[in-house]
T-cell receptor
């Protein structure tokens, strides 16, 4: 039973354009959401997060949008750069009796940004 | 500026042997988490430890797997009598002490375990 779903295994965009990565979740107890980026042979690197009390959080070229009613979040990267090419994982937490340490990850989306 | 360190990076074991994976958290961090990533899957939580304490091991398989984080030294994830299904990437993460529960977890590069 996958509680965090990233339905697009891969996404290809042109340099300079917008990349939109999507994530859906099923557990209504989740209240904190994160995006991690992962290069081959490395561990995940934290990118950006959002609490359920917000619907948008922005950090430079990265913006995360949260739609709680739809149980959907998305990561926008503008403008996309070749160095953004990596696997992006959506993660959620909050179903551990109020604690947010237990992250539940999606399967990831491979983003390729073409020069 | 050492991040989370894991060793070995690659580990090959035959069925029935023991695997020991080590994790040194970031300097100043006292919370350690272990995750497992099976092929084509996302990372799955295994265990959360603080110094000398197991806080949550709800993601650990009931048998053959154990974890510790001693007062001195790295955290150890131990898998006894490995089977082929244990082949995976094992990631360790750490976060600072006294956190609110939403502190960012910083991940190590992982140990890729292959069971022959």
């Amino acid at each position: 039973d996958q509680q965090v779903k990233q339905n697009s295994p891969s996404l290809s965009v042109q340099e300079g354009r917008i990349s939109i990565l999507n994530c859906d979740y099923t557990n209504s107890m989740f209240d904190y959401f994160l995006w991690y980026k992962k290069y081959p042979a490395e561990g995940p690197t934290f990118l950006i997060s959002i609490s359920s009390i917000k619907d948008k959080n922005e950090d430079g070229r990265f913006t995360v949008f949260l739609n709680k009613s739809a149980k959907h979040l998305s990561l926008h990267i503008v403008p996309s750069q070749p160095g953004d090419s990596a696997v992006y994982f959506c993660a959620a937490s909050g179903d551990s009796g109020g604690s947010n340490y237990k992250l539940t990850f999606g399967k990831g989306t491979l983003l390729t940004v073409n020069p | 500026n050492a991040g989370v360190m894991q060793n070995p990076r690659h580990l090959v074991r035959r069925r029935g042997q023991e695997a020991r994976l080590r994790c040194s958290p970031m300097k100043g961090h006292s919370h350690v988490y272990w995750y497992r990533q099976l092929p084509e899957e996302g990372l799955k939580f295994m265990v959360y430890l603080q110094k000398e304490n197991i806080i949550d091991e709800s993601g650990m398989p009931k048998e053959r797997f154990s974890a510790e984080f001693p007062k001195e030294g790295p955290s150890i994830l131990r898998i006894q009598q490995v089977v082929r299904g244990d082949s995976a990437a094992y990631f360790c993460a750490s976060s600072p002490p006294g956190g609110s529960g939403t502190d960012t977890q910083y991940f190590g590069p992982g140990t890729r375990l292959t069971v022959l």
